[in-house]
Structure formats: C-alpha cells, structure tokens
C-alpha cells in the first residue's frame, strides 16, 4: 500500500510557499475513491489522514513498512473513523459495527484487524479515518451522532450560526490523544472557527464535506498575522501545523470533521485571536 508522506515545516519556510506548494504540503486531496483506501501520513502530530470507499469487495486496513512499521497499523495506534456516505459496516478484530451516515467509531490500540464495508455498493459508505499513536488500549466504542455532544455557536448576523458535535470526546469516549467531532452550518452561514484562535500545544486537521460539486471552501492557516488561504472541494482535509490558525468561509454552507492530537484533550484549551492582530 502506498502512503503519502508530509513533512513538517518551520512557519518561517511556510510562508514562502506559493499556492502549489501550500497544497502540496498542507492539503489531502485525493481521499475518496471507490475501491481504496488512501492513506496520507503527516510528520506534524504523525496523523495518518484517510478515506476508505468500499465497493463490492471489502477493503482491509493495511499497515505499512517505511511509516508505521508495525505489523498492524494499530499496533502502536488508535483511529477515529467517520462515516460521511451510505450505510456501511466496520468490523475491528471480526466484530461487526454497522455506521450509519454521520456516525463514528473509536478504535483502539491493539487492534489486528480493520475491515470496511459498504451496504449498497451503488451508495457506498465513506470512512474518514484520522489516526494517532496510542500507548493505551481502551474499549472499541460506536458513537452515533444522534449520541455525540451537542454545542450550538455562532449567529447569522455573522454567517457562523453551526452545531459542533462532539463524538471522540473525554465526555463520550476514552481515547489516548485522539479528539474528533463534526461541525454542521446552517443554511446560509459560510463561517467556521472566526474568531479563529490557535493551540501550539495540539495540532489539528479538518476534512470538509457536504459541499456540491461546484462549491468551495476558502480555508485559512498561517500564524495569525501572516495567514494563507488554500480552496478546498467536497472530500479534502486541510493539515493545519501548532503555529498555524484553522478557520474557513464557504460559498456556502457545510460540514467538517476537526481531529486533533497532542498534549492534552482539552477541546475548550484554546487561545483566541484577537481580531485587530490578523492579518
Ligand atoms: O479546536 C477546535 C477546533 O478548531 C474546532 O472544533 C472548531 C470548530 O469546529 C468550529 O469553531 O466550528
Ligand atoms: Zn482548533
């Protein structure tokens, strides 16, 4: 299986890169296709971002020499998988968990076996999968999204009126550093994360979806008064270093899955930007 590997960058670097190298470095692109799994592998947080499109035939996760080097990709690793598709199932160590859209599973440390699976095949399941390393082992655990934490923000006065739900969360799940929910707009509100704010203490990485074809989000990173922006499309996830802010405006509404490793689990741990210091 083939990885795609992402090296981590000083912000001083970043800020000389011009928009191919932006996206080459920070945004995953190709995450969904029917059939595979695609993995990338980040040197920042050493997340293992992925999609995982089963058709006909289930498709298996699969660990690799050069990165993982475990046997098993979950030797030394825990996984948060997100289904974003049809109805599918995930069986972790031949024990079936039917995800039904929106749903997620927590899958622990020491596990040996990943397989994913679609119902329907002409409406396949899509597994994002956000990965960590783990040095704990803790109870494999379905968290449907009728279940996650709500926490509506935001108003439509300022275009970020959304619903953070959060489902890989110490109130609902034990993991060792792996934090994860979703974050729904509301019609006709195209703002997330503004005010933006950073955590140097943990990194993040957000995969945007929902979005029709013809849609963009225009994510924002960089320090805060030397920002970036790279367009996104329906299916691609955005990198986002300690240095660098996490924010987006759509042309039009969406949702997103935010992960996090680090430090700590913390998810209100956050230092705000100040408006008057972006730039
Ligand atoms: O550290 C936390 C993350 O950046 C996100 O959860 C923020 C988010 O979903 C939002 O404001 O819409
Ligand atoms: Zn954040």
């Known amino acids: ?41 980040s040197h920042v947080e050493r997340f293992v971002i992925g999609g995982a499109t089963p058709a006909s035939v289930p498709l298996k996760l699969e660990s690799d020499k050069a990165t993982i080097g475990s046997p098993n990709f979950l030797d030394r690793r825990e996984l948060g998988v997100f289904n974003i598709g049809g109805a599918g199932t995930v069986s972790v160590d031949g024990v079936a968990h039917p995800l039904g859209h929106r749903d997620a599973l927590y899958v622990p440390m020491g596990t040996r076996e990943v397989v ?44 970020n009126k959304r619903t953070i739900y959060q489902m890989i969360h110490p109130d609902v799940v034990t993991s060792c550093q792996l934090v994860m929910g979703m974050t729904q707009l509301d019609e006709g509100n195209v703002w997330n994360t503004m005010p933006c704010h ?22 924002l990173m960089g320090e805060p008064d030397e920002t970036r922006h790279v367009v996104v499309a329906d299916g691609q996830a955005v990198i986002s270093p300690p240095w660098s802010i996490h924010s987006g405006c759509g042309t039009r509404a969406y949702t997103f899955i935010w992960g996090m490793g680090g430090d700590n689990i913390d998810y209100t741990d956050m230092d705000m930007v100040p408006m008057g210091e972006l730039k």
């Open 198 to 219: 950073v955590h140097d203490r943990r990194s993040e990485v957000y995969l945007y979806f929902d979005l029709p074809a013809d849609a963009r989000v225009i994510h």
């Open 1 to 41: 299986m083939m990885i795609d590997v992402r090296h981590v960058h000083h912000q001083d670097a970043a800020k000389g890169f011009d928009t191919a190298a932006l996206r080459r470095n920070y945004l995953v692109e190709r995450l969904f296709e029917p059939g595979k799994v695609l993995l990338t592998y």
């Open 116 to 159: 994913f699976a679609s119902d329907d095949p002409d409406a396949p399941a899509r597994f994002y999968l956000l990965s960590t390393p783990a040095h704990a082992r803790y109870e494999t655990k379905v968290v449907r999204i009728a279940e996650a934490k709500r926490m509506p923000l935001g108003d439509t006065a300022t275009a």
